[in-house]
């Protein structure tokens, strides 16, 4: 989908926080939405968190084409097509002692999404400055897949480290680039300001009943239980939700008069069942169907002989059907019952409020000292692999003043800066004017694409689309971009 309109809140910017080019032209820009629905954001959230982090983990750098390494060519400048402007940081952490190292601002992170093929993929990023304190910078390449639509179950973790979310995930809701890329998959204009909802955890869980369980809008699951067979005769004859696992033979299946024989029950088609014989006996029915309800994967991964519905409302069932079966006691076989689980997630609260946001600077001259931040992971070109990806890495130095022709991405003019770091630092941010006791600073630039400059098989520069006017513009749409909690009061998924 393209050009959502996205809701605005009414009050506006104030000149101290953007300031265009009065005699500028308003510059093309785009939006589109990535889950600006609770549900939807909700879904994507756990998505990730789910199972201890373990899709967090799953993940690896995503870049285009990281292999063609680009060498950088010509010797002109850019200019700017505006005055110089920026918007101030805001910050959460308090200054401390001077260092000679480089603190590392809480404000970057990861953003993970899924690619088209199904990938698990990441890009780095961090949190900026804005009026509804929910925006962030990254490449736009790691929002719109080859400049064409949003990437799938697309969050922002900011402070991760080493496969953990300290702060939460923060679910995309609208994302933000220039026309050129959305339209061109031009590089000249490779950034996206991503609108986020508020942070999301799962710290808690919860054994309830089948009833409250079905009620339950979140996120929930089925732990089966081993129990004895006492137990499980007990709770097939009442038609609890248990079942058996275990080879048997044809010659260990009897009738329910031979002495001590053991109830189990099998899943029937909806056909077979509506056939089967009342009673006791095998292959007899055995209860009423069940209906319960279920998530989209759970429903999609189905590939039993009950059946799949979906509801008015959009949820997702599954009924099943049973039938008995009588075999001879003893055998050696485990029992399982059901045991019902409700996830209790937590709202965290706007981004910016969590972690702060860096500040944003447009029409700077080159040649200005930035620190930029990233979380490398891929190998040099000649193989080498310097970095893992599970810890943010930084490099500095002045932005370069020549013109860099790049062909294959159509890109004219890019900054650079002369930094080993490799993919996976893709979206990372230029901080310019890095304050490295209060850890904030402007972002100039984002890491758009890897050179080796000397031809040696290694990376030694980085580069940048140029943030001029209409990065301002795109900014300052983004700015207006209405995002909510995505968690109830009670810990429930809101609608």
């Not at 404000?107 to 890009?123: E, P, Q, T």
């Not at 029950?265 to 209860?287: C, S």
């Not at 075999?327 to 409700?342: D, H, N, Q, W």
Request: glycine share 10%; aromatic share 12%.
């Amino acid at each position: 989908m393209k050009r959502l309109l996205v809701p605005l809140t009414a009050a506006s910017l104030s000149a101290a926080a953007l300031t265009l080019p009065a005699n500028a032209a308003a510059p093309d820009w785009v939006q589109d939405p990535l889950a600006p629905k609770a549900a939807e954001a909700y879904s994507n959230a756990y998505f990730w968190l789910d199972a201890n982090g373990a899709a967090l983990k799953k993940a690896t750098q995503y870049n285009v084409d990281a292999k063609d390494v680009q060498k950088l060519v010509s010797t002109q400048a850019k200019a700017p097509d505006g005055k110089p402007g920026s918007a101030s940081p805001t910050g959460t952490t308090p200054a401390v002692a001077k260092s000679t190292a480089v603190n590392l601002p809480k404000s970057i992170g990861k953003v993970f999404f899924l690619d088209s093929a199904g990938n698990y993929r990441w890009c780095s990023a961090t949190s900026v400055q804005s009026r509804n304190r929910n925006l962030i910078a990254t490449a736009g390449h790691c929002v719109y897949e080859r400049g064409k639509d949003v990437f799938a179950k697309w969050v922002f973790v900011p402070g991760y480290y080493q496969g953990k979310a300290p702060f939460g995930v923060y679910a995309g809701a609208y994302a933000f680039t220039s026309y050129d890329l959305d339209t061109y998959d031009d590089y000249d204009g490779d950034f996206a300001f991503v609108a986020v909802h508020n942070g999301f955890a799962l710290p808690n869980d919860k054994k309830v009943s089948f009833k409250e369980f079905q009620a339950w809008r979140g996120d929930k699951w089925v732990k089966p239980v081993e129990i004895s067979p006492a137990e499980y005769a007990k709770c097939v004859l009442t038609l609890g939700h248990c079942w058996s696992q275990g080879a048997d033979t044809p010659a260990d299946k009897v009738g329910p008069d031979f002495p001590g024989a053991v109830l189990e029950k099998v899943e029937a088609g909806e056909k077979e069942y509506t056939d089967a014989k009342t009673g006791k006996g095998n292959g007899f029915k055995l209860g009423e169907p069940e209906t319960v309800p279920v998530t989209l994967p759970e429903y999609t991964a189905y590939k039993g002989p009950g059946k799949k519905t979906i509801d008015k409302s959009g949820n997702y069932l599954i009924t099943h059907y049973y039938t008995q079966k009588w075999v001879k006691p003893g055998l050696s076989r485990k029992y399982y019952m059901a045991e019902y689980v409700i996830g209790i997630a937590k709202d965290l609260g706007r981004l910016g409020d969590a972690v702060g946001g860096q500040g944003v600077a447009w029409n700077q001259p080159m040649g200005q000292n930035v620190t930029a931040f990233g979380y490398p992971s891929a190998p040099h070109p000649d193989g080498d692999k310097a970095f893992t990806g599970v810890t943010p890495k930084w490099c500095s130095g002045k932005t370069g003043t020549k013109r860099y022709q790049v062909n294959t991405f159509k890109v004219e003019t890019h900054q650079v800066l002369k930094c080993s770091m490799t993919p996976g630092a893709d979206g990372g941010p230029w901080l310019m004017k890095y304050d490295n006791n209060k850890r904030t600073g402007y972002v100039n630039g984002v890491t758009s694409m890897f050179h080796d400059q000397d031809g040696n098989g290694r990376i030694d520069f980085i580069s940048s689309a140029y943030f001029d006017g209409e990065t301002a513009d795109v900014y300052n749409k983004a700015q207006y971009a209405a995002t909510k909690s995505i968690v109830g009061p009670n810990g429930e998924m809101m609608q």
